[in-house]
């Protein structure tokens, strides 16, 4: 893979030496994102969808404001000359010039094997058939199959105006299936999606058919399954759930912005005990060929392996340049944006609780009554008062430590960091999964891992016929 | 740009053809203890290029305006129609069938407020919703922006519309805090006229949210009667609308299939999609395919009467055109939602209605309502609101769950409220009352 370099040294430098020297801080952002989507619904390639998106953010700092213009492709001088008409009151405040030149750094972290063009689109087309056919092959009573395969190239270009030139990029595959199958008047639904940052070897590295007979065996448990119950339950979620309940219930808490204006649970907390000592969470954004990583942020911060909560204490926070600057450490390399019409602001990568040393079987064999999740749906969460709630796809009830029947229908309910504290066991494995992460107006792709783990209990509610009559407050 | 010769160029090829053009300027302001955090100018451009030969279609798009980037989108569109499924549904609206656009005149003069108003109007509802409630302490977002936008659809059936419109917002998200206990509210409202949106009604509204909050409770399972707000009955519409669209129908993925013509909710249910409503966010006469849009009953007295459609699933069910082909701009085909969704208001007093209500819950936040299998109708939502008790709104409840089916709580609905409000989703509900609820906590 060649860097990407859509501005040469004469033409950046130009555009810094128009607008920079009344403002703290310039920065020059450059996208340039390519892709291919196909859709294939309804035993047919329903939809194909070819992009470019290409553009320019400029943003500047002057103290606490930021000023940012954006357009697509290269119309620099559009931007140029709007800032230049702007240019009175906005004073520089003295800060060192570094005079080092460098070169463009270049060091991605994944890089592809084989080109997306290795492929024709019919090629590309016939493997979502055959995926399709595989499940209607096994399975009875399927309604419906949508099956999505995206893959994009997403190239950046950002100067900053203390002269750090970098160009990174980021490959992404996205293969994911829903399967609908008839189970009597109703109809039952399962998902699996898998994913990453690699190229055409994705289909050698993957079994895409294990992808959605996965997604077709999730929904055909739930076929005469009874619904969940409702009330308060130990609850093991095994590792094939992946990380939703950490980047949800937890994640979004320590993204620094949200700490930094006090609308974290965790503002205040750092050093102390905020999960059981069995836990530790960290956010890696240097994984090679997974979805959430980079090699440097899109402000130009080197990404890194960051601690959150070690053994259950705060350690840190996900950082960009400006919350590291107010909370006085450095950026993580955690500031994203969707692209370039975005301002970065502090996102999770790849987000996990590190394997423990408990073994998964036992940590199901020692509960007495409860609910085992093996598929996780989406989930919201209120990061101020840290509630969420979750939509979970396959479970089942435990009995004296037996799996027993599946349940459907269950979404569990908690508070962030109530979950933590009563994680009581942490399996020896490790499941990932693959998404993308919405937080104000922003999709990002990310991922997230979790070990089978035991948490003490939570709220599920379902759709049991056995509700109580109640006294109310 | 050459739109023009595109489509003559993609008649040469022997393809028929479609062009979406359309770009957004916007300016928006973040403020935040009085300070200016951010100021943006964003535009947005890009053009969307279908191609249909044989019934095989191929689409690309591309940001920006240069010529041989929309050369380029061409290509890879004829490209991807070459290997597409043929579907005989897919065809393009032809100029008879777009030809009796109803005028939307609600924005007859430019308005261009200027960065400075922006600001003065964040500054201005910050101060004020300060000074409402001595618990209200931090804001997590104070943002002002206005957007000005433009769209043109052009294809090889001589369908040529265009058109303009602009949009203010005010939205802010705050942190409220009374002992201890901390609970977050939002506010988000928008204007089409001629004036930003007013900046005291937002910060009343939002106060009176958060301070409904504090020590929530959590609720003993039971049944209730819920009184959701307004803001709530157009998430929950909203959220099963989907099921009422043509595609989904033809597919067989919706609650309703087989059930056009028939009671599927109570008598006191009416929901109309209107884009001729004056206050409604809907600027344009034409959906994103340039069929002209109109006003239609989706729900009446609870009987269904039609699905919504784009072309493609008018052709699949062999319905007329609905105008219903909304678009996610240019990058992405025309899918099916509605224009502005109006759940009709009803007689009822919400005031006199929270005084008379027994066993009764005032429903202000669901979550999860994203899940909602809109195939089945089940759903699994968290709940929180307040407990309405001796006729009044009090004590606030959180961590509920209600778990059910739409089709159930459509026939669950006994009263409509007459405080209609309007949502920048492109929705107005007013309040309405729910009997019989399952909740459990």
């Not at chain 1, 329903?46 to 320019?56: K, Q, Y």
């Not at chain 1, 002057?62 to 290269?74: A, H, L, N």
């Not at chain 1, 076929?223 to 009330?231: E, S, T």
């Not at chain 2, 656009?101 to 500054?123: C, H, R, S, T, V």
């Amino acid at each position: 893979m060649k860097p990407y370099i859509p501005l040469n040294k004469n033409e950046y430098k130009a555009i810094f030496e128009s607008i920079k020297d009344e403002f703290d801080y310039a920065e020059i952002f450059c996208e340039n994102k390519e892709g291919l989507t196909l859709i294939f619904d309804d035993r047919k390639l329903e939809n194909v969808i070819r992009f470019v998106s290409s553009g320019t953010g400029i943003r500047l700092l002057s103290g606490d404001k930021t000023i940012f213009y954006s357009i697509p492709s290269d119309r620099y001088d559009e931007i140029v000359n709007k800032i230049k008409i702007k240019k009175t009151g906005d004073r520089r405040q003295e800060t060192e010039k570094r005079k080092k030149k460098k070169e463009v750094i270049f060091e991605p972290i994944s890089e592809i094997k084989k080109d997306f063009s290795a492929m024709s689109l019919n090629e590309k087309a016939d493997i979502l058939k055959k995926v399709d056919n595989s499940i209607r092959e096994k399975y009875q009573d399927v309604l419906q199959v949508t099956i999505r395969y995206s893959e994009s190239m997403r190239k950046i270009f950002i100067v900053t105006d203390d002269e750090n030139v970098i160009s990174d990029i980021t490959p992404g595959i996205i293969f994911a299936v829903n399967v609908c199958l008839r189970d009597g008047e109703e109809i039952r639904t399962g998902y699996k999606a898998d994913g990453g940052q690699y190229g055409l070897e994705f289909f050698n590295i993957v079994d895409v058919h294990k992808i959605g007979l996965e997604a077709a065996r999730i929904a055909a448990v739930q076929v005469g399954a009874n619904p969940a119950p409702c009330g308060r339950f130990p609850v093991v979620i095994s590792s094939s759930a992946g990380g939703t309940m950490i980047h949800e219930a937890c994640g979004h808490g320590l993204e620094a912005d949200l700490v930094e204006k006090g609308f974290s649970v965790y503002k205040g907390k750092t050093g102390k005990r905020v999960a059981s000592g069995k836990v530790t969470v960290i956010d890696n954004g240097r994984l090679a060929g997974k979805r959430g990583s980079a090699s440097f942020d899109d402000e130009g911060i080197k990404t890194e392996k960051v601690v959150l909560i070690e053994n259950g204490i705060l350690k840190g926070f996900l950082h960009s340049k400006k919350t590291a600057k107010k909370m006085n450490t450095k950026p993580t390399g955690n500031s994203r944006r969707e692209s370039y019409s975005n301002l970065p602001i502090p996102r999770m990568r790849n987000t996990m609780i590190n394997p423990g040393n408990d073994d998964p079987l036992d940590i199901i064999k020692s509960v007495e009554k409860g609910i085992l999740v093996k598929n996780m749906g989406g989930g919201e969460v209120d990061p101020v008062t840290g509630n969420f709630v979750f939509y979970v796809g396959e479970a089942y009830l435990i009995e004296k430590g037996e799996i027993k029947e599946p349940i459907r229908g269950a979404i569990l309910l908690g508070s962030g960091p109530e979950v933590l504290l009563n994680i009581e066991k942490v399996g020896n494995d490790l499941g990932f999964n693959v998404g993308t992460c919405g937080k104000e107006g922003q999709g990002v792709p990310v991922s997230d891992a979790q070990p089978t783990i035991l948490i003490k209990e939570l709220i599920v509610g379902g759709q049991s016929t056995e509700l109580k009559d109640s006294i109310r407050n | 740009m050459e739109f023009e010769k595109t489509l003559k160029k993609i008649k040469d090829y022997g393809f028929e053809g479609e062009i979406y053009y359309s770009v957004s300027k916007s300016k928006s302001v973040k403020v935040n203890e009085k300070k200016i955090e951010e100021q943006r100018e964003n535009i947005d451009e890009g053009i969307g290029i279908r191609v249909i030969k044989h019934g095989r279609v191929g689409f690309a798009f591309t940001t920006g305006n240069k010529n041989e980037d929309i050369e380029k989108t061409l290509k890879y569109a004829m490209e991807i129609a070459e290997v597409c499924e043929s579907d005989g549904a897919n065809i393009l609206p032809t100029k008879d069938e777009c030809s009796l656009y109803q005028k939307i005149d609600k924005q007859k003069q430019w308005f261009e407020p200027g960065i400075d108003n922006l600001i003065k109007n964040a500054f201005l509802c910050e101060e004020i919703a300060l000074s409402l409630d001595s618990r209200i302490k931090s804001f997590r977002d104070i943002e002002s922006s206005f957007t000005h936008f433009y769209s043109h659809i052009l294809n090889t059936a001589e369908v040529d519309i265009s058109g303009e419109g602009y949009c203010s917002i005010l939205h802010i998200t705050a942190v409220g805090e009374e002992k201890g206990d901390r609970q977050l509210g939002f506010e988000v409202e928008y204007s089409i006229k001629e004036e930003l949106p007013d900046a005291e009604k937002v910060a009343k509204k939002l106060v009176s949210k958060i301070v409904k909050k504090f020590y929530p409770i959590e609720l003993k399972p039971g049944k209730y009667n819920l009184v959701l707000s307004p803001f709530i009955t157009a998430e929950l519409i909203s959220s099963f609308i989907t099921a009422l669209t043509g595609d989904n129908i033809y597919k067989r993925k919706s609650i309703f299939v087989d059930k056009l013509d028939k009671n599927i909710g109570s008598r006191v249910l009416n929901i109309v999609d209107d884009p001729f409503d004056y206050n409604s966010i809907s600027l344009f006469n034409f959906d994103g395919e340039g069929v002209p849009v109109r006003k239609k009953y989706i729900i009446e007295k609870g009987v269904l009467k039609t699905f919504l459609h784009n072309k493609y699933s008018s052709i699949k069910l062999g319905d007329r055109l609905t105008g219903n082909g909304v678009r996610a701009g240019y990058r992405a085909i025309p899918g099916i939602a509605p224009i502005h969704l109006n759940i009709e208001k009803g007689e009822n007093n919400f005031e006199s209605l929270i005084k008379n209500v027994n066993d009764g819950l005032y429903i202000t936040e669901l979550m999860g309502l994203h899940t909602i299998d809109t195939i089945s109708g089940e759903f699994s939502i968290g709940a929180s609101g307040n407990i309405i008790s001796s006729g009044e709104i009090k004590k606030a409840v959180h961590k509920m769950t209600i778990a059910g089916n739409i089709r159930d709580i459509l026939e669950q609905i006994v009263a409509v409220c007459d405080n209609t409000e309007y949502f920048v989703s492109g929705v107005c509900a007013p309040s309405i009352l729910l009997e019989g609820v399952s909740i459990s906590g």
